[in-house]
């Protein structure tokens, strides 16, 4: 995942793992971690989501050199797409460790990020959309009735509601700065699909107080089995794409309440995937931060 990259201008950066990694060792969490290499994610994985035209179109544009552009915001180098189908293994060997109890929960530091990724596109930095095609492996494989996911990244998860429209056996939360990209999901009526777009300048208290008035409400109506974050950490008030006024707190907040949800229908059982996140020292304490309360700390 850290050979991937689309150029030195891209915030989506190898850069963002090696500072995800310099948190965890400094605040000494590194040693306290299970670490396991993702596999590969196989055809059919990707197919539970994507159209098989979307596959084809990334695997025959994958460079032998160089660059490709796939849009104006989306590029592959020889390295990316084992990289997308790392990243997307990673949440499947999640999925299985956390249903298995070998582990409590998992965070998945993966690139390029997933939520984006539409059935049919490549969108937002994105190639594959690696939540989904978790949360699709888990109804698949491990025969789950209910699972929950919750994008709390700046940006609308566009692509995981793409995908799950009309999947009433999953839940979408997401919160976001609305206007702001992919400039959708303040109007989607839906059941099972909960968007909850805030203003620019949306600070922790806000944040905290429409999460418990939309997010929490739902999930506990559900019921979820597995609860799936799609953890973006651009609402940071230091991150220079966006303009939400989240600090690591806000993060810490996020994932205890959610925890707690959890605990009650779950088992406790929560896979974390890694999605947006561009000022590099926000980033790494915002990862250590949600690291520290999956850990129980």
Same mark, same amino acid.
């Given at each position: 995942?850290?050979?991937?990259?689309?150029?030195?201008?891209?915030?989506?950066?190898?850069?963002?793992?090696?500072?995800?990694?310099?948190?965890?060792?400094?605040?000494?969490?590194?040693?306290?971690?299970?670490?396991?290499?993702?596999?590969?994610?196989?055809?059919?994985?990707?197919?539970?989501?994507?159209?098989?035209?979307?596959?084809?179109?990334?695997?025959?544009?994958?460079?032998?050199?160089?660059?490709?552009?796939?849009?104006?915001?989306?590029?592959?180098?020889? @390295?990316?797409? !084992?990289?997308?189908?790392?990243? =997307? %293994?990673?949440?499947?060997? *999640?999925?299985?460790? +956390?249903?298995?109890?070998?582990?409590?929960?998992?965070?998945?530091?993966?690139?390029?990020?997933?939520?984006?990724?539409?059935?049919?596109?490549?969108?937002?930095?994105?190639?594959?959309?690696?939540?989904?095609?978790?949360?699709?492996?888990?109804?698949?494989?491990?025969?789950?009735?209910?699972?929950?996911?919750?994008?709390?990244?700046?940006?609308?998860?566009?692509?995981?509601?793409?995908?799950?429209?009309?999947?009433?056996?999953?839940?979408?939360?997401?919160?976001?700065?609305?206007?702001?990209?992919?400039?959708?999901?303040?109007?989607?009526?839906? @059941?099972?699909? !909960?968007?909850?777009?805030?203003? =620019? %300048?949306?600070?922790?208290? *806000?944040?905290?107080? +429409?999460?418990?008035?939309?997010?929490?409400?739902?999930?506990?109506?559900?019921?979820?089995?597995?609860?799936?974050?799609?953890?973006?950490?651009?609402?940071?008030?230091?991150?220079?794409?966006?303009?939400?006024?989240?600090?690591?707190?806000?993060?810490?907040?996020?994932?205890?309440?959610?925890?707690?949800?959890?605990?009650?229908?779950?088992?406790?059982?929560?896979?974390?995937?890694?999605?947006?996140?561009?000022?590099?020292?926000?980033?790494?304490?915002?990862?250590?931060?949600?690291?520290?309360?999956?850990?129980?700390?």
């Amino acid at each position: 995942c850290s050979k991937h990259e689309m150029g030195a201008w891209h915030p989506e950066s190898p850069a963002r793992l090696a500072a995800i990694d310099e948190a965890l060792r400094s605040e000494g969490l590194e040693q306290v971690l299970l670490h396991l290499e993702a596999p590969l994610a196989g055809r059919a994985d990707l197919l539970r989501v994507h159209d098989i035209h979307h596959v084809g179109f990334i695997e025959r544009n994958a460079p032998e050199h160089g660059h490709v552009e796939l849009d104006p915001d989306t590029a592959m180098n020889p @390295d990316s797409l !084992v990289a997308a189908l790392r990243a =997307a %293994g990673a949440g499947i060997l *999640a999925v299985d460790k +956390v249903m298995a109890g070998a582990v409590d929960n998992a965070f998945c530091a993966v690139r390029p990020p997933g939520h984006h990724a539409k059935r049919d596109r490549v969108m937002g930095f994105c190639l594959f959309n690696n939540i989904a095609i978790a949360a699709a492996y888990a109804f698949e494989v491990h025969g789950l009735a209910r699972i929950a996911i919750v994008d709390f990244d700046v940006h609308h998860g566009n692509g995981t509601e793409d995908i799950f429209r009309d999947e009433p056996r999953l839940l979408l939360c997401s919160t976001f700065q609305h206007p702001l990209f992919p400039y959708c999901g303040a109007d989607t009526v839906s @059941d099972h699909i !909960v968007n909850v777009p805030l203003p =620019a %300048g949306t600070d922790g208290a *806000a944040y905290r107080a +429409v999460f418990e008035a939309r997010v929490l409400p739902a999930l506990e109506r559900f019921q979820p089995e597995l609860i799936l974050f799609s953890a973006g950490f651009d609402a940071h008030r230091d991150d220079p794409l966006a303009g939400l006024n989240l600090l690591e707190d806000d993060f810490t907040w996020i994932t205890a309440q959610v925890m707690d949800v959890a605990q009650r229908h779950a088992q406790g059982r929560i896979v974390s995937i890694l999605e947006g996140g561009y000022n590099l020292q926000a980033l790494g304490r915002s990862v250590a931060a949600h690291i520290r309360v999956l850990l129980g700390q």
